[in-house]
């Protein structure tokens, strides 16, 4: 059965970059059948996309986070990473990564979620 | 990409329906038959419950059923129970691979 893990930092200060790695185990990374994504969800709020990304490396982002976000795959390690840059308190977040489905374009399996919460 | 548009609270009595509407645009919910629905209890992550407007995952109970009319995807849960209680999201496809989240919804079984 497919799992996901994310990884990383749970404090991180205003203005430098927040890191996240999701490794992926019981399934291949690499099926065309899928896109892998990440997901954001501010203490006691809703759900907001922010990026999707192919085994092959094609990504696609959330317009408004755009700017700041670089998602990354490495296959070999079964593992996709985000990075948000210039973080500020609004960044405050639980951070999910799952499966997109093709063409469904559905998310499943979720990752149980990390809580990075910028301060200084 | 604006926020889909969902109530932000209903509730009903066990063994009653309810309904959920989620409404977007002309570029997105009305665009694409590519909407779904995910459950999510306090402190969990989200579990997919409805998928392509009103297909069902494997294991997903037949009282949840989706339907779709214009710019507006609705979730429908039938017999209320009170394991239904947590929030709902839709999420819309957008076009070019991105995806748009309803501002979610809190379901009360009273």
């Known amino acids: 059965q497919l799992q996901l893990q994310e990884s990383g930092p749970g404090l991180v200060k205003p203005s430098e970059t927040l890191s996240l790695t999701c490794t992926v185990s019981g399934g291949s990374i690499s099926s065309s059948n899928y896109y892998w994504g990440w997901i954001r969800q501010p203490p006691g709020k809703g759900l907001e996309w922010i990026g999707s990304?192919?085994?092959?490396?094609?990504?696609y982002y959330n317009s408004s986070l755009k700017s700041r976000v670089t998602i990354s795959v490495d296959t070999s390690k079964k593992q996709f990473s985000l990075k948000l840059s210039s973080v500020t308190a609004a960044d405050t977040a639980v951070y999910y990564c799952?499966?997109?489905?093709?063409?469904?374009?559905?998310?499943?399996?979720w990752g149980q979620g990390t809580l990075v919460t910028v301060s200084s | 990409q604006s926020a889909l548009t969902q109530p932000a609270s209903v509730s009903g009595s066990p063994g009653q329906s309810i309904t959920i509407s989620c409404t977007g645009t002309?570029?997105?919910?009305?665009?694409?038959?590519?909407v779904s629905w995910y459950q999510q209890h306090p402190g969990k992550a989200p579990k997919l419950m409805i998928y392509e407007v009103s297909k069902r995952p494997s294991g997903v109970s037949n009282r949840f059923s989706g339907s779709k009319s214009g710019n507006t995807a609705s979730l429908t849960i039938s017999g209320l129970q009170a394991e239904d209680e947590a929030d709902y999201y839709c999420?819309?496809?957008?076009?070019?691979?991105?995806?748009?989240f309803g501002g979610g919804t809190k379901l009360t079984v009273l």
């Open positions: 990304i192919y085994y092959s490396g094609s990504t």
């Open positions: 002309s570029s997105d919910v009305g665009s694409y038959n590519l």
């Open positions: 799952a499966r997109l489905l093709l063409p469904e374009e559905s998310f499943d399996p």
């Open positions: 999420c819309s496809y957008a076009g070019i691979s991105t995806l748009v």
